[in-house]
């Protein structure tokens, strides 16, 4: 089950960058977003994993210390995509 997760959160990540033209990319962790919440020491190897996949194919990461609350803001051409990323 965890490389269908990694998989499908590394394609998802590729196709959003892809509509902006973009190769850098921040991951955070949000367990706020899901009903189900994995195992902390799961969800940060997966985060730690998509990192380094990403990089092998050329993309620029950076990875917020896991399990941080931050307050950030972000403002996000278009409509809201947070939907894709809600279930993975």
Do not use: M
Not at 26 to 50: T, Y
Not at 71 to 79: F, R
């Amino acid at each position: 089950r965890s490389a269908k997760v990694l998989t499908k959160f590394i394609k998802n990540i590729k196709w959003l960058s892809g509509k902006f033209d973009s190769k850098s990319v921040v991951l955070h962790s949000f367990n706020h977003l899901s009903g189900s919440k994995a195992p902390a020491d799961f969800a940060e190897g997966l985060i730690q994993e998509a990192r380094d996949r990403l990089e092998r194919s050329g993309y620029s990461v950076t990875v917020t210390p896991f399990g941080y609350l931050n307050e950030w803001k972000l403002h996000v051409a278009g409509e809201s995509l947070a939907k894709v990323f809600k279930e993975i």
